[in-house]
């Protein structure tokens, strides 16, 4: 090839996209905490027979007793103790939304009332309110819950002096899942293709 043939040269670039809707199966533990999010409004934990801790989003093995089932069901009511919290102050895109998360935002781990921890994001984002051991209470999605996380807005502290609610007894059986549960997913891959040198030339024609 001449260096005359060479500048000449010209590349195609195609840009194409993957873009495959698709559901993700929550499994037998987590579909059934997922759909009392959605369907009662109600947290529940599930508890090491072994060394009793619970977890929320339950699981179905305990990972410090390593291979015993996680088989005793526990309510958690929906308020607990703030035991940890981070904010944060950098702009943020929000996967679900797309959209930026105005700062500060922050996150905070809460001692439920029944004994499990849960992980979530906690209002007001202010340094100066944020305190350990204040009771915070979920501020739940009141439509369109799809038995996710985030049918939970988020915990928002209430008045320092408000009294810890005591347990309702749990009047019913820890939710069963009839069907599977499945959570929404996505995967979009956006690429380049360059194709080889004989169909490229076909296409520019
Ligand atoms: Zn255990």
């Not at 195609?14 to 959605?38: I, S």
């Not at 049918?151 to 609610?165: G, M, R, T, W």
Request: aromatic content about 8%.
């Amino acid at each position: 090839m001449t260096a005359a043939n060479k500048k000449d040269q010209e590349y195609l670039i195609l840009d194409n996209t993957v873009d495959l809707p698709l559901r993700l199966d929550a499994g037998e533990c987590e579909g059934r905490f997922l759909k009392a999010l959605r369907d009662e409004k109600r947290i529940w934990a599930n508890k090491c027979p072994k060394c009793g801790r619970q977890l929320v989003v339950p699981r179905p093995v305990c990972a410090h007793c390593y291979d015993v089932e996680m088989t005793e069901w526990v309510e958690q009511g929906d308020e607990g103790v703030l035991e940890h919290f981070s904010i944060s102050y950098y702009p943020f895109v929000h996967p679900r939304t797309g959209k930026i998360k105005p700062v500060p935002w922050a996150n905070g781990i809460i001692r439920l009332d029944g004994g499990a921890q849960i992980w979530h994001e906690v209002v007001p984002p202010d340094p100066a309110q944020l305190k350990i051991g204040d009771r915070y209470k979920a501020v739940w999605k009141e439509e369109g819950r799809t038995g996710f996380i985030w049918d939970i807005l988020h915990f928002e502290k209430v008045a320092s002096d408000a009294p810890a609610k005591a347990l309702a007894k749990a009047d019913k059986e820890p939710p069963q899942l009839k069907e599977p549960h499945s959570l929404p997913g996505m995967l979009k891959v956006t690429y380049h293709h360059a194709p080889v040198t004989l169909p490229a030339g076909f296409l520019l024609q």
